[in-house]
């Protein structure tokens, strides 16, 4: 969480056997309302390596959408090589 500027980073990590079965993107949903309901984050952000299509394919399920980077690597002043940053807004 990056309470100064009202951002959360999302993650999670589902063991292969229960890949498909759709957990990552029913918890990820609950995540994204619960927060905010119940927070005052302006946005949240995810990312993924760019070999793990599944991955990204739970986050544009979520109404995540790709942008250039998150909080994580700017802060580090990084640029995400290798990595696809998502983000959703407060509605």
Known sequence: MYEDCKVAEIE?????????????????????????????FAWLEAYHRVENERSGRVLQKSCMTVTHTVERFRR???EPVGEVCYRVERP
């Open 76 to 78: 580090a002043g990084e």
């Open 12 to 40: 999670y990590c589902v063991s292969r056997s229960r890949w498909g079965r759709g957990y990552a993107g029913e918890a990820l949903a609950a995540v994204i309302g619960y927060t905010f309901t119940n927070t005052d």
